[in-house]
T-cell receptor
Framework: DAGVIQSPRHEVTEMGQEVTLRCKPI?????LFWYRQTMMRGLELLIY????????DSGMPEDRFSAKMPNASFSTLKIQPSEPRDSAVYFC???????????????FGPGTRLTVL | AQSVSQHNHHVILSEAASLELGCNYS??????LFWYVQYPGQHLQLLLK??????LVKGIKGFEAEFIKSKFSFNLRKPSVQWSDTAEYFC???????????FGQGTTLQVKP
């Protein structure tokens, strides 16, 4: 298995631009997670999906952030408009078990390093 | 509420030194415990996990962790570190009751050759 795939690996954009991050989870995994990692705040869960349905988006910082999962093999995280404080590494992860996010190993993608100028 | 605390933010060791990274959590119910590692420039990967059974868990690369329920702790240990262990280490606590997995702030380990 190729593991969790994320694109792009690096993104540099200007403030106010729309940014779309993409993720392909491991085939057969029912859960998909989006995390943000910064020096100041560490690793934060933004949102997670179960069987393509958003379950908990309480970590999404504000309305500028949105996430979709149109099918079991693809998810996007969009920031519109982007701001310099959104600069971070964004990770996607997936897992298998039906017990919920805390009950099985999460497999992380390589991350997207976003820089907003 | 569920929370995780990693006491050491930055640890510097020489090769062959012993390692212990602290992790404490707060949650009164049944927990699942994880240690993840993030090598420089790479993604997080699982080191070891504890769900039930023997509280001493062995993971990859010679790491182990001990779950002490009375102390709400899950400290990570390695008897002799190598330069290649330089990485950031995250403790995480999950619960099927809350449906959440909470990560600690992470500990950066620097091993000097």
């Amino acid at each position: 298995d190729a593991g969790v795939i994320q694109s792009p690996r690096h993104e540099v954009t200007e403030m106010g631009q729309e940014v779309t991050l993409r993720c392909k989870p491991i085939s057969g995994h029912d859960y998909l997670f989006w995390y943000r990692q910064t020096m100041m705040r560490g690793l934060e869960l933004l949102i997670y999906f179960n069987n393509n349905v958003p379950i908990d988006d309480s970590g999404m910082p504000e309305d500028r952030f949105s996430a979709k999962m149109p099918n079991a093999s693809f998810s996007t995280l969009k920031i519109q408009p982007s701001e310099p404080r959104d600069s971070a590494v964004y990770f996607c992860a997936s897992s298998r078990l039906a017990g919920g996010p805390g009950t099985d190993t999460q497999y992380f993608g390589p991350g997207t390093r976003l820089t907003v100028l | 509420a569920q929370s995780v605390s990693q006491h050491n933010h930055h640890v510097i060791l020489s090769e062959a030194a012993s390692l212990e990274l602290g992790c404490n959590y707060s949650y009164g119910g049944t927990v699942n415990l994880f240690w993840y590692v993030q090598y420089p420039g790479q993604h997080l990967q699982l080191l070891l996990k504890y769900f039930s059974g023997d509280p001493l868990v062995k993971g990859i690369k010679g790491f182990e962790a001990e779950f002490i329920k009375s102390k709400f702790s899950f400290n990570l240990r390695k008897p002799s570190v190598q330069w290649s262990d330089t990485a950031e280490y995250f403790c995480a606590v999950g619960s099927s009751n809350t449906g959440k997995l909470i990560f600690g702030q992470g500990t950066t380990l620097q091993v000097k050759p």
